[in-house]
């Protein structure tokens, strides 16, 4: 135990020192001297500065400009980036499959792409650095009406003359030029791929292989084509699924109330009736010009329906009971209630059509009415309303369409209505009819969510038309029970996938244009029966593997339907048929990819990582289309990220001027001031930092912070690698064992590190990883243990023990860092591979694996007693804010107690200026007592302190008190490691002149 010191040892210290000197002296053969007679001390200062030892490297503290780009263009070059993808698929290990979800080649990139195709390399080069064979095959979606319009905007007037093959020529044209530029920009963010290796749903066998899966569906029945209502846009003629929608939420639209003359009131209303010509069933609706239309009014079975007494008209309505006052003050009136019935009471009520003589319309029943808005009762226009056509299959009511593709009324509308576009002058007109019919009670326009073309940002309206379906309905029972079993990041979206499945009863996939797969089928001219079975497709399949779809437009018909297949299939001369004129749904295109891109890993990928927006699109597609072929979900695991926006959460648009370029963030902008260029590393590190399923903001506050965090990287390590330019790990490494405590603690403290960052890369939480690198370079590395190390560093001989082993732990830890940052910066990592002084390994940081922690480094003990340490050390510092602590010397006054014992591994001794103790407190001495020393002056100041130590998992808890006094150092400040520790201003202290011992003179 150490006693209680009674005095200064002053002098005993000081007759060390010249001991110390003079046996530095006779060694170098007295080349120092203890004091300088006469010349320039800060000649002898400048010989000192010499001595220590300081970081050297030629590694950039912060390149940029022309040399950041130039440094990661060269990084890619010499550290085969381009070759990293065919290297790691010819070694062995398991397999990770991540399928890349085919970005649409219609447009230049943007930072849409980049957020996914930087979070899709970040899982694949984690993954392959763990050792796994990654299976990563990026892709493209080339057809569809996107392409097509845009290359048909290129082509002006001339577009109106071109043929159907001349529009496909150049729509795939387009869609080249378009993937190039992707490619490289793709390739310039650093995603690791065999980029000469990609697929194309426009490839021959791709096509091919898509009519397969289209064949397959149609055998088992979950294909067949039918007459109902879809989505249909009038802007690009053709009909859309729900995944081609927008909804844009602040579409204005004509809202009105209108009567339902009740010629035949269902008989419980009979007696209350009275005269039946002044009794009107009230419905609401959003769209007039369904109206002409109606075939019946939907009422719900099992709620309260009243008749009432308008008491400004005196007439009798029919409507929701629920919905009374809310209906009478949009109305500006009062109702008086005049019977109650329940809805199933209706039943064989018949109104008159309120704007076309002579036609009747029924009241049914129906699950689809509420009574959340309206009047609880439904205008039931099966054309045009996807549950209207419900009721009209369930009761055999006429689903014609009185609007042809363009939107507008057809001949069958009336002379009144024909040729009026229907959401404009054709609504008008409509509002016209019932008003002079006396039928519209009023009109209010109304702000709601109403669905557009994604592609040209119009309306859209709900048709009848015939169309090809997916029986969705007979599919997603089994998909729900097998997306059940899927992990979802996060797990809310799992509620949006089942409900948007839940709500899909059939998928529209035929499209009335001409870029893209023809469904493979014939007509009859005559009878319009479609012609397909295994004859046709046998031959069709053939026909597209060897000349692609193109074959469809290009071959004449005999040749597409010959005569032996007509004889097969029992029909007639070719003549009496024609070809089909839809192609497939582009969902159907990509939805099929798992049957191409997996096939050789049984048609399951390990990740599906895309935007939110593929809840409704790419999922449900590969979804569906998977389990109607194989009854097996082609995803084991789905990773859903937000979407972008600028800085102030809007969303981005090259009308608003806020578009965020991926290009112009690398590269720079015309501007360098306003638009610097920031390199691929930082905009890999923004995308990292993107929190899963939340919008992702981007702007130049934003890359800025991403930028200095990098940077704040990078001087991490580059003072990591300026530490080490003389230490060779294969003879300079200290063990474990024989390290100082606190070095000790860091590889502690760099293994739970490591242990962390391996569970958030596994979890796809990359925002985390970058919280994790932050906090540990910043907290346990450039605050806490630079800090204390540097005096060590700097100061002791280049092959001290001690100074060997903080370089140990320097080495570890810069090894640690580099790999666990290497999969969201490659260009960063690979930059400080190529710089540490061991260059043993192989070119890339990337064949070499992933981190090295060894679970050895756990010392839960040595935990204890440093943080005891630092406890002591905060109350310490804390007491002199903005000072230098080398200005004092510290006593610290403990007990007999646990924390006592933890104290002296750090110091032996009572007093030290070089324990280990001492160097935590980054004091010039450290003094450790068991009781307060009795010649204390009066007026000394005491620090108190608590520390609970837990040992053994908690098996060993105690509290203990410590106090700490401050008193400013008695030495003078040694000219070289300018700790108050010499007995001169001009002579090094004992430390020192030992470290220099033979390496110096005058």
Known sequence: ???????????????????????????????????????????????????????????????????????????????????????????????????????????DPHVGHALNKVLKDIANRFQMMRGSRVHFVP?????????????LAECGEEAKTLSPIEIRQKAKEFAQRTIERQRAAFIRWGVMADWDKCYYTYDKPYEAKQLKVFHKMFDKGYIYRDYKPVFWSPSTRTALAEAELEYNQQHISRSVYVKFPLIKPPSILSAATGDVSSVHALIWTTQPWTIPANQAVSYMPNAQYSLVKCLNTEELYLLGTECIDSV??????????????????????????????????????????????????????????????????????????????DGFFTEAAGFELQNKYVLNEGNET???????????????????????????????????????????????????????????IPQSAMGSMLATLDRRTYWCISRQRCWGVPIPVFYHKE??????NKYTKEHLIKLVEEHGTDCWWTLPLDQLLTKEILEKSGGSDVSNYVKGEDILDIWFDSGISWSYVLEDENNVADVYLEGKDQLGGWFQSSMLTSVAVTKQIPYRKLIIHGFTLNETGEKMSKSMGNVVDPDVIINGGL????????????????????????????????????????????NTLRFMLGNLFNFDPETDAVPGEQMLMVDQYMLHLLQDYSTKVTEAYTEYDFGKVNRLVLAFINRELSNFYFSIIKDRLYCEDEKHPKRLSCQTVLDEALDVITRSVAPILPHLAEEVFQHQSNKNEPLSVFRTG???????????????????????????????????????????????????????????????????????????????????????PTDTNFIDGKFVINLEGGDIIEESSYKVIIQSATKERCPRCKKYTSESALTPCPRCLEAIAGKWSI
């Not at 892709?139 to 290359?151: F, Q, R, T, V």
């Not at 702000?447 to 015939?466: A, E, F, M, N, Q």
């Not at 009878?527 to 397909?532: A, D, K, Q, V, Y």
């Open 1 to 107: 135990m150490i006693p209680a010191l009674g005095g200064r040892c002053g002098p005993l210290l000081a007759g060390k020192l010249r001991a110390a000197a003079a046996a530095a002296a006779a060694a170098t053969g007295g080349r120092y001297r203890l004091s300088v007679a006469s010349g320039s001390s800060s000649q002898e200062k400048n010989k000192f500065r010499e001595t220590v030892l300081l970081p050297r490297t030629d590694f950039p503290m912060r390149p940029s400009g022309r040399e950041l780009l130039e440094k990661e263009l060269q990084i890619q070059r010499e550290c085969g980036f381009s070759e990293l993808y065919s290297w790691q698929r010819n070694r062995k290990g398991k397999n990770f499959c991540l399928h890349d979800g085919p970005p649409y080649a219609n447009g």
């Open 139 to 151: 892709g493209w979606d080339c057809h569809g009406l996107p392409i097509e319009l845009k290359a």
């Open 328 to 405: 009478a003050t949009i109305l500006s009136t009062q109702f008086e209630i005049v019977q109650t019935v329940r809805g199933s009471d209706l039943e064989n009520g018949v109104c008159s059509h309120p704007t076309i003589p002579g036609r009747e319309s029924q009241l049914l029943p129906a699950n689809h009415v509420t009574m959340a808005k309206g009047t609880g009762l439904v205008h039931t226009a099966p054309a045009h309303g996807m549950e209207d056509y419900g009721v009209a299959s369930h009761h055999k009511l006429s689903v014609d369409a009185l609007v042809d593709e």
């Open 430 to 488: 409509v509002i016209h009819m019932l008003h002079g019919a006396n039928m519209l009670l009023k009109e209010v326009e109304i702000k709601h969510s109403y669905p557009y073309d994604w592609r040209t940002k119009k309306p859209v309206i709900i048709r009848s038309s015939k169309q090809w379906f997916i029986d969705t309905a007979s599919i997603k029972d089994r998909a729900q029970e097998l997306l059940k079993k899927v992990q979802l």
């Open 527 to 532: 009878t319009g029966e479609p012609l397909i």
């Open 671 to 714: 501007d360098p001031n306003q638009d610097p260029p920031y390199g691929a590393d930082v905009l890999r590190w923004w995308a990292a930092e993107s929190n899963v399923f939340t919008e992702v903001m981007i702007g130049q506050n934003i890359l800025q912070a991403a930028r200095d965090d990098v940077f704040k990287l990078r």
């Open 850 to 936: 992933w981190i090295k922690a060894s679970s050895v480094w756990k010392k839960p003990g040595v935990v204890e007693a440093i943080e005891g340490a630092c406890a002591i050390r905060d109350s310490f510092l804390s007491s002199i804010p903005g000072k230098n602590s080398t200005e004092y010397d510290v006593t610290i006054i403990i007990e007999p107690t646990l924390l006592l014992e933890l104290m002296e591994q750090l110091q032996g001794e009572q007093k030290s200026s070089t324990s280990q103790l001492n160097e935590l407190m980054m004091a010039s001495h450290t003094t450790l007592l068991t009781s307060v020393p009795r010649d204390l």
